[in-house]
C-alpha cells in the first residue's frame, strides 16, 4: 500500500466549531493562518497502515480487557463487576427489599458504565438465570427470561437484589483490600477487582468473544472446586489426576450427561478441550403399551423450545420416522420433553438419531482464557487456582494490614485514655485552668509525654467516661486490641497463617451455599455412525449384469407357488439382466469380489433403496470400479469380530480355489484391494465363508459337481492365487460353489427354468482337483446349469431371468431326484427368456406374505 498524508488543517477544524477559519488567538483580518510557525498550520505525513494498525490494536485491547474478557482473580468482566458493585452501594443486601432493576440500571450508566441500558439489563439478567450461571449472584422478582429462549420482562417491571453468595464477593471491599479507580468522569471511584472470597471464574465460567480470541470457561460444583482448592493450597506441585480425583469435570447448571473424560482432562491441562454433552433421556412404557422417551434434562446453553422445534421439523420431513407425538410438558419442577413412538419403531435407533441431528448432543469446547495481570492468557486448572490463592493471599495481607492499622489507631487512643484516667485529677486542673482547647491541649501534650491525637481525644471525652466503670472499659478494650494487634502481626508475618484464613473462610462459604452436582459424568460415546441411526432389518440386495444396485425389504416379495410367472423385481434394459441376488441386514457389511479378483465395501444401508420394479444405481458411481471390472460375487458379514475364526473361500471360472481368513479383509480401502491373484484367461466366480473345518461343492455349467473337505485347501495371503478345486473339460466352467452343511439337499437349476433337488448322501467325498461326478443331465431340453444352493424344505428361492422377472418359490414345491436326472420345470419362462441367477432365502425371510 502507498503512504497517503493525512493533514490536519486549520481551516477545517474552523469551520468544523464555526470561527470562519481563524484561530481564537489571531484577531481577525490579522492574516489568520499566515504563520507557517503555527503546528495548526502543519501537515503531518503518517502511513495509513500503521495508523490503521495502532487504532485496531487500541480497540482490540479496549475490547479484551475492558468488555469480553473476565479477570482470574474475581471471574467477573468490567459490566458484571459495575452491576455488583452498584447494587451493593445502594443497599440491595439480601435481607433487604427488592429494588427495581431499572434503578440498578441507571445507577450503573450514570456512575460507571457509560453504554446502552439494554446491554447492563441483559448482563444483570444473565446473572441471575438459574440455567445460565450455576450459582447465580443477582435474586430477581419477575420475568427474568426462560431457559426456551422467552425474552426478560421491561427492567421498570423487574426487582432485583444481591444474592447471600454475592455477598461473599464483596465483603471487606471496604477495608482497602482492592485497588479503585476513577469512573469514566472522575466524579467517583470503583473498584477494579471484587475481594471475592471464593474462585468465581471456575465456579460460574464464561463466556465472551473478544478481537481475534474467546473465552469459554465451564462452571463447576461449590464443593468440588474447594477441595480443589484446598489441594493446590496444600501441594502446588499436584497434577491434574489429583484435582480429577476430587474434581471430576464441570458440572452445567441444566445438568444433563458429560460423556467421557477425555476433553475434561485435555482442558485442565492444557487450557483447552471438547467436552461432549448429552440430553439426559430415558425410555417410559405408556399405558397403552408403546414407548416414550422423556429428556428430563438438556445440555448446558441448548434453548428447549429450540430443540423441541428441531425434533418436529425432523419428524414432518421423514429424517426421523417412528415417532406418533412430541410434547413439551416442562413446568416448575422441571424439564420434560415426551416423545411417543410408534408401537413397531426401533427407540434406540430413534434415540440415536435425536442425539446424531439435534443439540441433544453437543460439544461444549472448553477454551478457560482470562486476564491476568490485565493480559489475555489460556489457563490450565491449576493455573487458575493457583492465581485465585495469590489474590485472595493479597487481599487477606492488605485486610490485615488495614485491620492493623485501625487497631493500632484506636489502641493509641485508648492508651491516652488510660493515663488521663490514672492522672484524672490532674487532667482536669489543667483543663480547667486553660485560657482555650489548644493551650489545654498543648500542657497535656508536655505534661503526660501524649500525642496530638491523644490529646485532642481527651479533650473531647464525655463526663459519663470518667466514671470506673468506664475506665475498666477502656482497660479491657485496651487488652483485646493489644491482642488482636499481635494476632495480625503475627498473620502478616506468616503465608501459612494466611493460607489458612483463606482455606477457612471458602470452607464457610461451602457450608453455607454448597450443593450436590446436576451432571453425571459418564462414559465415552463413540461418534454416532450413520450406521446407529438405520434401523436393523433384512434387505433383498439385487445386483445387475451391467452393475446397477439397489436395495429393498424382503418383505416386497411375496412367496408363490412352483410353476407361477413371478413379479416383476428389476426393470432392466434389453442388453442388461440381473446377475445377482441376495439378503442381508442393513447394519451387514457388503464384500463386492470383482471379475478382476478385487474385494470393495460398502454397508447394505449404504446402498440405494428404490421401488421393486426400479433398475437401481450404477455400481461405477458407488464402488471405484476400473474398466472392465464388475462385481462378480457378493458376501455379507455382520461384524467382522465375531468372524475372526472364519475363513473366506473364493472360486474361479477355470476351477481353482482359495482360503483365505475373514480377517485379511476387514480393512477397506477407497479404491479396493486384491482377493485373489488371477490368470488374464480366469475371473471370479464366488465367494463363501466357511468356519474352517466345513465341506465344499463346486459345480460346472456342463452339470459336474465335486464334493470335498475344505482342509485340504490350505489358508493363504489374500494376494494368493490358489490352489485347483475341480479339473475341468475344455468347455466346461464353473457356475457354483457352496459350504454343506448336514441335512440340506443340494438344489440344481438351469437356464431353461428346470430344477431338481439331491440328497446330499448322492455326492461322495473326493479328494481336491478331480473331475467330479453327474450332479443333473443338462440335454437341450433343460439347458446348462446356472447354478447350485443347499436348501432344506422350509426355504424359499429367488429365480431371475434375464428380462428381469422374479420368482419367490418355496423349496418344498421342487421335486427330489437322483444325480442323473434332467430335473422337472420350475419356473415359467419366455421362448427366449432364460435364467441367469439364483439366491436361497433365509428362514426368517420367508415369514410374512407382502400382495405387490
Sequence with gaps: ??????????????????????????????????????????????????????????????????????????GLKPVHRRILYAMHDEGLQPNRPFSKSAGVVGEVIKHYHPHGDQSIYDAMVRMAQEWSLRYPLVNGQGNFGSIDGDPPAAYRYTEARLMALTTEMLRDIDRETVDFQPNFDGNQMEPTVLPARFPNLLLNGSQGIAVGMATNVPPHNLRELTAAVHIVAENPNCSVDDILNVMPGPDFPTGALICGTDGIRKAYMTGRGQITCRARAEFETAKKGFERIVLSEIPYMVNKATLVERIADLVREGKIEGVSDLRDESDRRGIRVVVDLKKDAAGEVI?????????????????MLALVGGRPKVLPIIDSIQHFLDFRREVIARRAAYDLAQAEARAHILEGFAIALDHLD???????????????RAELMTRFDLSERQAQAILEMRLRSLTAMERQRVLDELAELQAKIAELKALLASDAMILEVILEELDEIT?????????????????IDNEDLIVEEDMV?????????????????RAQRRGGKGLKGMNTKEEDFVANLFVASTHAT?????????????????LPQMGRAARGKALVNILQLKEGERVQATLSVRSFEEAANDFLVLATRKGTIKKTSVLQYSNPRRGGIIAINLADDDELIGA????????????????????????????????????RGMNLS?????????????????????????????????????????????????TDRNGDVVGIAQVVDDDEVMLITDQGKVLRCKVSGISTMGRATQGVRIMNRGAEEVLVSMARLADDDAGAEREP
Design 730 to 778: 475344455a468347455d466346461d466352467e464353473l457356475v457354483g460353489m457352496e459350504v454343506l452343511s448336514p441335512g440340506a439337499t443340494v438344489l440344481t437349476v438351469t437356464e431353461k427354468g428346470y430344477g431338481k433337488r439331491t440328497p446330499l448322501g448322492e455326492y461322495r467325498v473326493q479328494s481336491r482337483g478331480g473331475k467330479g461326478i453327474i450332479t443333473i443331465k443338462t
Design 426 to 440: 490532674e487532667v482536669i486542673a489543667i483543663i480547667r485552668g486553660a485560657a482555650d482547647t489548644p493551650t489545654a
Design 590 to 606: 457388503i464384500l463386492f469380489f470383482t471379475n478382476r479378483g478385487r474385494i470393495h465395501w460398502k454397508k447394505v444401508w449404504e
Design 1 to 74: 500500500m502507498s503512504e497517503e498524508e493525512i493533514e490536519t488543517q486549520d481551516d477545517a477544524a474552523a469551520e468544523a466549531d464555526g470561527s470562519g477559519g481563524t484561530p481564537p488567538d489571531v484577531p481577525a483580518g490579522s492574516g489568520g493562518g499566515g504563520d507557517s510557525d503555527d503546528p495548526r498550520n502543519q501537515s503531518i505525513p503518517i502511513n495509513i497502515e500503521d495508523e490503521v494498525r495502532s487504532s485496531f490494536l487500541d480497540y482490540s485491547m479496549s475490547v479484551i480487557v475492558q468488555r469480553a474478557l473476565p479477570d482470574v482473580r474475581d
Design 351 to 367: 434415540l440415536n438419531q435425536l442425539f446424531k441431528l439435534t443439540p441433544m448432543q453437543t460439544t461444549f469446547g472448553a477454551n
Design 511 to 527: 457450608e453455607k451455599h454448597g450443593d450436590e452436582r446436576r451432571s453425571e459424568i459418564t462414559g465415552p460415546v463413540e461418534n
Design 541 to 557: 440386495v439385487t445386483v445387475s449384469h451391467q452393475g446397477y444396485v439397489k436395495r429393498n425389504p424382503v418383505t416386497q416379495y
Design 688 to 723: 463363501r465363508r466357511t468356519n474352517g473345518s466345513n465341506e465344499i461343492i463346486l459345480a460346472s455349467k456342463k452339470g459336474k459337481a465335486i464334493r470335498f473337505p475344505e482342509d485340504q485347501a490350505r489358508a493363504m495371503g489374500r494376494s494368493a492365487a490358489g490352489v
